[in-house]
């Protein structure tokens, strides 16, 4: 059976439970949101450089990096994956561009 993000979601909430010496999660969470939120910030970087350098291994990587820091952020903010995945369901019935386009501005 493969490893989903769902199980991801999964083992940061263990691991979230784990004391700081024995879970690197538990450490990042104990740093705070912030923490947790530049982590994410530094991953999302390093993916788009091994995008643009167009190192299939790298980039597989750091995008594994990335989603595994964007569940700890989320973790810490408390949301959930199914939160997420319901904004994106509900952006599919209509195009991309529509839906961008229907966004508030800031």
Excluded: N, W
């Excluded at 450089?49 to 700890?72: G, K, P, Q, T, W």
């Excluded at 952020?73 to 995945?85: F, K, S």
Aim: charged residues 30%; proline residues 1%; hydrophobic residues 45%.
């Amino acid at each position: 059976m493969p490893f989903t993000v769902q199980d991801l979601e999964q083992r940061v909430k263990a691991r979230a439970e784990a004391s700081a010496e024995l879970s690197y999660t538990r450490k990042l969470l104990d740093r705070g949101v912030g923490h947790c939120a530049k982590k994410l910030g530094e991953e999302a970087i390093e993916t788009v450089m091994a995008a643009v350098s167009e190192d299939r291994e790298r980039l597989i990587a750091e995008a594994a990096d990335l989603i595994y820091h964007l569940v700890v952020v989320l973790h810490a903010r408390g949301i959930a994956l199914a939160d997420v995945e319901a904004v994106l369901a509900e952006r599919t019935v209509q195009s991309g561009l529509d839906e961008k386009a229907s966004r508030k501005r800031v």
